[in-house]
């Protein structure tokens, strides 16, 4: 069942004065009160501007961080208020919770074209565990459900999913429809389809990895589950970042890949370090020692996989290829995200550190799409159903056969 958008909602009319609830993903990286990339809050822009013009009264709520059901000061999404405010060009109202009589009070208060922020839904154990009475506290603020984001759409969250039953209309958002256009490619890729997966851990991306090297050309790994990978084929990786649980799973894998004539690209080079600091010497090698541990891809890797991205006619890139966040270890990852945006490939880029990857190196512009939601975008293109897509679906189908 296809899910009704919002844009259909806006060419009917009839918005104007409604109180029409946003779940937006504005799960930004903020320290000492600063938000470190405001790439969200700008994704979230075009479905609130919409809003406001049409008139509509937004509440808007998101989660920020994983504050596990506690009130914590420095999880607040007071400053994001404030810059999405800026953004818009308007104020931005800010609510001290996100249900009770005090939130209702300001809901009622808003006028026409002006915009409520909830404060962190996660400061509320409710909501992750998808409480009914939490959703329908929730569903009292609203009139009209937009799903806006899709980042959290594979949570089934009383935000995501929950409430949508207790709402009288309930649509998907710009950015949550323009992810589920774009990812789709990745379901019907034109091929060579070449995939980039980095990242800390194999166990996070277990169920991608063994779905895209039964769909793709070619899988690049980088990351610290490369070296888990190198471990499986008996490659030394000194003190680099192992799951040692999983090298049986990345011995399957590799063999799988050899089955079915996925070539499977692991680093052939490193770069190490004695410790993952800032300030840290770093070299590159061939053979990791036993004394240090892998940071980065080399160079060598970087072209291998530059070169592939060059072959592709569809490209996706979840997680770094190093320790991005230190800037002696960030080179792979940012010989990366230059060759996605230099391939004529249809490329997708999910993941926050994959996002600030292409920002930082400033070729944002060349990526045919830059998907909101890291979890999220993986699952959908393992073909997995996504709780927050398929209660639209449960909405359209209720409203059809109403």
């Not at 154990?125 to 806006?148: G, I, M, Q």
């Amino acid at each position: 069942m296809a899910i009704q958008s919002l844009d259909a909602l806006l060419d009917k009319g009839g918005l104007a004065g409604r109180r029409v609830f946003v779940r937006a993903d504005l799960n930004v990286p903020i320290r000492d009160g600063r938000i470190g990339d405001d790439s969200r809050i700008r994704a979230s822009l075009p479905t609130l501007e919409r809003l406001v013009a049409a008139g509509a009264r937004v509440v808007l709520a998101s989660h920020l961080g994983r504050p596990k059901g506690e009130r914590k000061p420095e999880l607040s999404l007071a400053p994001v208020a404030e810059a999405l405010g800026r953004a818009l060009g308007r104020p931005v109202r800010f609510a001290p919770d996100c249900i009770g009589p005090e939130v209702e009070a300001l809901v009622a208060a808003l006028e026409p074209g002006e915009v409520l922020l909830l404060e962190n839904l996660r400061f509320h154990a409710a909501e992750t565990k998808n409480d009914p009475e939490f959703s329908k506290a929730l569903a009292r603020l609203a009139d009209v459900y937009v799903n806006d984001a899709f980042g959290t759409a594979h949570r089934a969250h009383a935000s995501t999913a929950g409430m949508v039953p207790f709402v009288a209309t309930a649509v998907a958002g710009g950015l949550l429809q323009r992810e589920l256009d774009a990812l789709s490619v990745a379901l019907h890729p034109e091929r060579p389809f070449v995939c980039f997966l980095g990242g800390a851990k194999v166990s996070d991306k277990l169920g991608v990895l063994e779905a895209l090297i039964e769909r793709a050309e070619t899988v690049a790994v980088g990351g610290a589950m490369a070296y888990t990978f190198l471990l499986a084929r008996g490659e030394p990786v000194g003190r680099s970042l192992v799951e040692p649980d999983r090298v049986d799973d990345a011995r399957r894998m590799i063999g799988r890949a050899a089955e079915r004539g996925c070539t499977l690209l692991l680093p052939t080079d490193h770069v190490v370090a004695d410790r993952v600091e800032e300030g840290a010497a770093a070299r590159t090698v061939t053979r990791i020692p036993d004394d240090a541990l892998g940071v980065d891809i080399g160079p060598e890797t970087s072209a291998r996989y530059a070169q592939a991205a060059a072959e592709a006619r569809t490209i996706l890139w979840n997680g770094p290829m190093g320790v991005f966040e230190i800037d002696a270890f960030s080179r792979g990852t940012e010989a990366v995200a230059r060759a996605v945006a230099d391939s004529p490939a249809r490329s997708i880029v999910g993941g926050g550190d994959s996002l600030a990857a292409v920002n930082k190196v400033g070729v944002g512009d060349r990526i045919g799409h830059l998907s909101t939601g890291g979890g999220a975008s993986l699952e959908y293109v393992q073909g997995l159903v996504l709780p927050g897509v398929a209660a639209l679906e449960a909405a359209a189908a209720r409203d059809a056969g109403a």
